[in-house]
DNA sequence: AATTTAACCAACCGCCGAGCG
DNA sequence: GCGCTCGGCGGTTGGTTAAAT
């Protein structure tokens, strides 16, 4: 009945391989090909337990294993995956070819997910997180490189203002409205307060970080994001400097989304402008007017991508810790259209 | 120069579903 | 149909190296 124990652990080998044991292993699996590891070692003069040769084996020796640092795109690809796949680290390795689930699952534990953690993201429901903000380090680079105005938004953050600020605020002009804004809460914080309460974010927010378990099988929602995904992978990579149609591509920004809904009257003048759509007003047909868009009803919001936003600024192969920090922060940042301006008056 | 701390990553552990006998 | 193993997976550990004190 049933089948001999895979391996007698007394007496076998654990640790790290010599050179000498890859080499066996890999002579071996080159003669007899991948088969059978229960008696693979035996057969190949080891004295390992079948699963470690297969671990060695599938994480290190194999031909097609891609060794080095991972490229920018790849870990662009790894962050979108996650936000769909969660860690499911055999899907995304799936989709890496050459990356084994190991190697992306060591790297995103010690790279991408302090990475996202410094840019104010959780790395489980990919949101932007209050809590996780390094306010200072936000500040410090508005400061330098962009608006002094960020520093607005630092101490809106600071003083606690609930929902906190979406990061698209970063971008400058936004930056000026912040300034618009905290003006408002300043002359009359009545009406300020009451558009806070108004917000629905927090049952936004709530379908974001449902904490479901996580099947082993991807479920349907998570297959169709999936696909999204890939879909719109490929066709940015066969029509490079050709940005693809949000409308066909993602589904425009939710009118109960982060930081616009916190201020009725502004995503309402977005949707009578035809720059979201979702809402009262159109689609987004203005080539100018990207504000913002994100998939549908993922469990963990997905961050564009970075050939839909970066206009090339970024070469893929730019691999500093610099760069790619720069650009996790770049990715919160949104194109404002020009017509924004009229917000002036609105204000 | 010596020691401590942090970062990295290969390897192990334990669980689970599929499938063999 | 049942008991068991295999193969695969995700989480965790611990050895090694680099950086900081």
Known sequence: ??????????????????????????????????????????????????????????NYLRPDI??????????????????????????IAARLPGRTDNEIKNYWNTHIR??????????????????HLDLSAILGNALCHVNPAASLLALLAAAGSQPPPHPSLINPELLRIAAALASLKQENPELYLQRLQESQLAQHQQTLTDPQTTPSQLTQQQQVE??????????????????VSRQDNFVSLPKDFGFWNTIPELSDWYYQHNLI?????????????????????????????????????????TTTEDERESYCSSLLKFEIPESLELLDDFM
């Open 114 to 131: 302090k990475r996202l953690l410094r840019s104010g993201i959780d790395p489980v429901t990919h949101a932007p997180r209050l809590d």
């Open 226 to 243: 999936l696909d999204r995904f890939l879909e719109l992978n490929n066709n940015n990579n066969n029509n490079s400097g050709t940005q």
């Open 66 to 91: 891609k060794r080095g640092r991972f490229a920018f795109q790849e870990e662009e690809t790894i962050i979108q995956l996650h936000s769909i796949l969660g860690n499911k680290w055999s899907a």
């Open 277 to 317: 759509s979702g809402g009262s007003g159109g689609n987004v047909s203005n080539a100018n007017s990207s504000v913002t868009s994100t998939p549908l009803s993922s469990p963990a919001q997905v961050t564009p991508t970075s050939s839909t936003f970066l206009n090339g600024s970024l070469s893929a192969t």
């Open 1 to 58: 009945m049933g089948r001999t124990p895979c391996c007698d652990k007394n007496g076998l080998k654990k640790g790290p391989w010599t050179t000498e044991e890859d080499h066996k292993l890999t002579s071996y699996i080159h003669m007899h090909g991948p088969a059978n590891w229960r008696t693979l070692p035996k057969n190949a003069g080891l004295q390992r337990c079948g699963k470690s040769c297969r671990l060695r084996w599938t």
